[in-house]
T-cell receptor, first 111, second 113 residues
């Protein structure tokens, strides 16, 4: 059974810092892993999708990596801004369990 | 190009009542998935509709049912509402059932009193 874990549950950093969010999963038989951003009370915004055959994806200040063998993905945010404050969720798409989400990391960027 | 839309935005119901939530997928998408998100948790997969049929289902009771129409829009129905059904209900659409990027709507906030 696929389980997805995100640690830490909450993170607060000063503006301008580079930071890394972590996502781990138990079953490496995945199709893809997707990172989302969620603002309070809102829907999810897709940030990056990494196919199982890929090692990383980049979009602007965001870089996501995938290591299937170790069951890990990281989301790197460069030069953080107050507007980056949100909850970040990772979701794993695997054949057996469909899409499983982690509980998210609540990120706060201090001005 | 309209993204995924959901209605209503908010809803308040009483225990035991029934509710219907609606979702229109992103233009060009043929697959709709529904999720329940409790406060402080990640979304949990309810079910997926493709070609007007339920294709996959998560660990939700039969009180949760759905439908997909020929124009790919979808409804989520919940019968005999419980207090624990209070949550944000999210709809996501994709092109295809497997291994495609999902696009989410803004959600419907359901409160059961």
């Amino acid at each position: 059974k696929q389980e997805v874990t995100q640690i830490p549950a909450a993170l607060s950093v000063p503006e301008g810092e580079n930071l890394v969010l972590n996502c781990s999963f138990t079953d490496s038989a995945i199709y893809n892993l997707q990172w989302f951003r969620q603002d309070p009370g809102k829907g999810l915004t897709s940030l990056l999708l990494i196919q199982s055959s890929q090692r990383e994806q980049t979009s602007g200040r965001l870089n996501a990596s995938l290591d299937k063998s170790s069951g890990r993905s990281t989301l790197y945010i460069a030069a953080s801004q107050p507007g980056d404050s949100a909850t970040y969720l990772c979701a794993v798409d695997s054949s057996a369990s469909k899409i499983i989400f982690g509980s998210g990391t609540r990120l706060s960027i201090r001005p | 190009d309209a993204g995924v839309t959901q209605s209503p935005t908010h809803l308040i119901k009483t225990r035991g009542q029934q509710v219907t939530l609606r979702c229109s997928p992103k233009s060009g998408h043929d697959t709709v998935s529904w999720y329940q998100q409790a406060l402080g948790q990640g979304p949990q997969f309810i079910f997926q509709y493709y070609e007007e049929e339920e294709r996959q289902r998560g660990n939700f009771p039969d009180r949760f049912s759905g439908h997909q129409f020929p124009n790919y829009s979808s409804e989520l129905n919940v019968n005999a509402l419980l207090l624990g059904d209070s949550a944000l209900y999210l709809c996501a659409s994709s092109l295809g059932r497997i291994n495609y990027e999902q696009y989410f709507g803004p959600g419907t906030r359901l409160t059961v009193t």
